[in-house]
């Protein structure tokens, strides 16, 4: 699959990853991607809810985030730092009436992260439900696990997939996960891909043929 590696500074990664402290449990200018887990358990792209569960996209480790979003009066105040800080300390409630009833916006703990689909389409997720977290926080925690490991293959392509169960009161309920399905190094090298020869000529218009005819990803164009 040609994928977009997003590539960072090897030693801002090993500076970002080597000071976390794991929770295993701003955007802005960019698309976001959302997740409907009353409903219909897909991800959508964009105010056009366009679907895109299935989809693998290419993470920006560097912009992994924690910390507390505050929804009042459909605004969201962000408090967002990167992983490798202290969590920070959540908004102070808010206290407000509405059509007489006495009413509270608190913070929620969140996660952030930016991602590029393959068409290059570069988006925003930010969670602040459990389920969301969760899914983020696994991501992390093979992040960690592999630096731990001194693996060069620190950047991942993740896939966009969901689980669901049934509660007793609400019925059933969609849960979000990442699947990380490929890992690079800095240099765009995927772990686990063989090292092959310099091809021939005729080896290389041949695999150019085979690639056009049988490899060739499909491309979507999204709108966003």
């Known amino acids: 699959m040609n994928m977009p590696v997003i590539k960072a500074n090897t030693s801002a990664v090993a500076s970002l990853l080597g000071n976390i402290q794991v929770n295993t449990t701003q955007a802005g200018g960019t698309t976001f991607l959302s997740f409907d887990a009353k409903r219909t358990g897909e991800w959508t792209l964009g105010a056009d809810k366009e679907p895109c569960t299935g989809d693998v996209f290419s993470l920006d480790v560097a912009s992994l985030k924690h910390g507390y979003i505050q929804w009042h009066m459909r605004k969201a105040n962000r408090l967002l730092v990167p992983i490798n800080q202290p969590l ?22 969140a996660r952030s992260l930016e991602g590029t689909f393959s068409d290059g389409v570069r988006f925003t997720l930010e969670v602040s439900s459990f389920g969301g977290r969760k899914a983020v926080d696994g991501l992390i925690t093979e992040l960690v696990t592999r630096f731990a490991q001194q693996s060069p293959f620190l950047f991942p392509q993740v896939e ?45 218009v041949q695999g150019e043929q085979v690639r056009d005819e049988t490899l060739a990803p499909v491309v979507r164009r999204r709108r966003a």
Do not use: R
């Open 88 to 109: 920070p300390l959540p908004q102070e409630p808010i206290h407000y009436q509405e059509k007489g009833k006495e009413m509270v916006s608190e913070a929620n703990e």
């Open 160 to 204: 966009l997939a969901s689980d669901s169960y049934d509660h007793a009161s609400y019925g059933k309920v969609f849960t979000p996960e990442l699947h990380a399905v490929a890992w690079f190094d800095a240099e765009g090298n995927e772990e686990g891909a063989p090292a092959l020869a310099a091809p021939t000529k005729q080896a290389e």
